[in-house]
């Protein structure tokens, strides 16, 4: 896996005639929302029409999003072909997903499944992880791993098998193990950056043309926390 490109602060990860995989940072927006701020699909869409001298518009897909606060793996299509067949790859879970979390309390177990019904609250933008079927609440999924002890904090390598609303975020908190930075999901004290300690560290699909498998790893931000990993 090569870095591509860093124009625009842009890290390209994977590029190909069907789809195009960065790396997101704190911050970045994937899709245009109510703050009208610039999304991470529009500077995408630049760095293709630069990079090709594509004149007109150019055509980029959303596939899936990423909270705003976290970083890591995002896939976008370039083609229409391309974005019918990932959107089904993702709508069916046929794709690997794994995260890093960085948290201040151990879980009780080393290694778990935990499964929860979340209902999310449209009003404030949080989800609920309840242990028992609640009304229009969905069932999440996930297995942890605390794959490193650091000074102050513990390290989770987290594979994802349901796409729930802040899931991740949700489910950790109500274990007691809130993600670093994460005010909204009960961590006491924010990240300088404003950005939570959640990284989508490697993703594993099937091409939605070529039929290759595609393993994608994102590097860590940056910062001293995730660079003692």
Same mark, same amino acid.
């Given at each position: 896996?090569?870095?591509? @490109? ?11 005639? /069907? ?44 596939? /899936? ?11 976008? $299509?370039?083609?229409?072909? $391309? ?46 992880? /309840? ?42 908190? @109500? ?14 004290? @924010? ?39």
């Amino acid at each position: 896996m090569k870095e591509l @490109s860093n124009k625009n602060n842009l890290q390209v990860l994977h590029e190909d005639n /069907h789809i195009i995989v960065v790396n997101k940072r704190v911050g970045d927006l994937v899709q245009g929302d109510k703050t009208g701020d610039k999304p991470l699909s529009e500077v995408v869409k630049e760095y293709i029409k630069n990079k090709y001298n594509k004149p007109g518009e150019v055509f980029l897909g959303v596939v /899936h999003r990423l909270d705003r606060p976290t970083t890591g793996i995002v896939v976008f $299509a370039r083609t229409s072909k $391309a974005l019918t067949r990932l959107n089904e790859l993702f709508k069916n879970r046929e794709t690997q997903k794994t995260y890093w979390a960085i948290v201040k309390n151990k879980p009780l177990k080393k290694e778990d499944k935990l499964i929860h019904f979340i209902k999310r609250n449209e009003k404030n933008n949080t989800s609920k992880a /309840h242990i028992k079927e609640v009304p229009d609440s969905k069932i999440a999924s996930l297995d942890y791993t605390v794959f490193k002890e650091l000074t102050n904090y513990f390290a989770l390598e987290i594979n994802l098998h349901t796409g729930r609303h802040h899931q991740i975020r949700a489910q950790l908190a @109500s274990i007691g193990s809130p993600i670093k930075g994460d005010l909204k999901y009960g961590f006491d004290r @924010s990240n300088p950056d404003g950005g939570i300690h959640l990284h989508a560290r490697k993703l594993v699909f099937i091409h939605p043309v070529s039929k290759e498998e595609i393993k994608i790893i994102a590097p860590v931000p940056n910062e001293v926390i995730w660079n003692a990993l």
